[in-house]
């Protein structure tokens, strides 16, 4: 399966979660079992051709926990949670960011980057880049390298790998 045909499973969803946004819904390719195999195929072969080996993936809440498990374990690497304020037991570092709609934050536990390590930002969608940056900017602070970024769908028309300090992976792009 290619990125076409991956592509082709992506719903759009007018004026989600605000007017005149458009959603891009990849439940339909999460449901197809091949899809799926093969997003996170490609994301991994994208990763391992470029950023070697990677010691942890860290995925952002909520749609990055969907791929970023089973892409840690298909670079044989362990996953961190990159979660809301609250969410997570132990004592956290947390930062804040902007978003295409207001502020959020995000925390991470400080033991989780212990040691450092090298380490691939993964979300499901790349629009202006402010949750990655914002994710990297704590994983750096932890002492991590950042050496990747990794997205399913890239919305390449506003730019957000600009923002991004490494190399970043996209399997879907829209440039419109």
């Known amino acids: 399966m290619i990125a076409a045909d991956l592509k082709s499973l992506i719903r759009d969803v007018a004026d989600f979660p605000r007017p005149g946004v458009v959603f891009k819904d990849t439940t339909p390719l999460l449901a197809d079992p091949a899809a799926l195999r093969a997003a996170i195929?490609?994301?991994?072969?994208?990763?391992?051709?470029?950023?070697?080996a990677v010691d942890l993936v860290i995925g952002a809440e909520a749609r990055g926990f969907i791929l970023g498990p089973a892409?840690?374990?298909?670079?044989?690497?362990?996953?961190?949670?990159?979660?809301?304020?609250?969410?997570?037991?132990?004592?956290?570092?947390?930062?804040?960011?902007?978003?295409?709609?207001?502020?959020?934050?995000?925390?991470?536990?400080?033991?989780?980057?212990?040691?450092?390590?090298?380490?691939?930002?993964?979300?499901?969608?790349?629009?202006?880049?402010?949750?990655?940056?914002?994710?990297?900017?704590?994983?750096?602070?932890?002492?991590?390298?950042?050496?990747?970024?990794?997205f399913l769908i890239e919305l390449g028309f506003l730019g957000g790998r600009q923002r991004l300090g490494a190399p970043v992976h996209a399997v879907l792009n829209y440039e419109s």
């Not at 195929?41 to 070697?52: E, H, S, V």
């Not at 570092?93 to 978003?99: R, T």
């Not at 934050?105 to 450092?116: I, N, R």
């Open 41 to 52: 195929d490609l994301l991994a072969a994208q990763l391992r051709a470029q950023a070697g």
């Open 71 to 150: 892409l840690a374990a298909s670079l044989r690497a362990g996953f961190v949670p990159a979660r809301r304020p609250g969410k997570l037991p132990a004592r956290v570092e947390g930062v804040e960011y902007s978003l295409e709609y207001g502020i959020d934050a995000l925390q991470m536990h400080t033991d989780a980057l212990e040691g450092g390590g090298r380490v691939v930002v993964h979300d499901d969608l790349l629009a202006t880049g402010g949750t990655a940056a914002a994710i990297a900017r704590l994983a750096e602070d932890l002492g991590a390298e950042v050496v990747a970024f990794s």
